[in-house]
């Protein structure tokens, strides 16, 4: 029963959601706030346990390891936010936040989407075959003339107009490959939504 009055509850809410189509309406707007409200929660809990019960309760003061101590009331300050007179003392935890993710992510990201790609346009003829070869150049081709359409320092003109007009060539190309994905996940959901409600909700009906 449970199981029922959950998928109808589902249907309900999904077509309170495509009422928008037709126009603004309540039942649109009471499943948006509910859908924004039980998110709020989930999350809120959800980061409350991982951050606050996991990382600094229970290893503190369960298992003994004090030298989380510091870093938990430097997160604590971050709550003097709520008071204009205290708000300076917040500026100390996010200058720490900052720093440490940036010192933390530069290097993870300057490797993975830097040093990856610029590996990525530099085809090995030695072991790549004709096809994987031909399709490696095609890439190095587009980064290079990319690079050379948001070079901003020359006119683009002469060669290096004509190699910025291929540069755009490749980025329209990205572009619309990156909006059909998006497009194609997007009717993928679609159609999982109208699945659920002529293929779930009538055996559900149908068990009720």
Do not use: C
């Amino acid at each position: 029963m449970a199981e029922e009055l959950g998928i109808l509850v589902g249907a309900l809410l999904t077509l309170a959601i495509f009422s928008l189509l037709y126009r603004d309406n309540p039942f649109y707007r009471a499943a948006e706030h509910l859908l924004v409200g039980v998110s709020a929660g989930y999350y809120v809990v959800h980061y409350f346990y991982a951050a606050v019960i996991r990382k600094f309760t229970v290893p503190v003061f369960q298992q003994g390891e004090w030298w989380l101590l510091p870093g938990g009331l430097l997160g604590l300050l971050i709550f003097f936010r709520l008071r204009p007179r205290t708000a300076w003392l917040s500026r100390y935890a996010i200058a720490f936040y900052v720093a440490a993710w940036s010192g933390y992510l530069i290097p993870s990201v300057l490797q993975e989407r830097v040093l990856t790609q610029i590996a990525g346009t530099i085809p090995d003829p030695a072991a790549a075959a004709p096809w994987a070869l031909a399709m490696s150049l095609l890439v190095l081709v587009g980064v290079a003339s990319i690079l050379v359409y948001f070079y901003f320092s020359a006119a683009h003109t002469g060669a290096l107009g004509r190699i910025s007009r291929v540069g755009i060539l490749f980025l329209m190309a990205g572009f619309g490959a990156s909006f059909g994905y998006t497009v194609m996940g997007r009717v993928s959901l679609l159609i999982g939504r109208f699945q659920y409600l002529f293929e779930d909700l009538p055996r559900a009906l149908g068990r009720l």
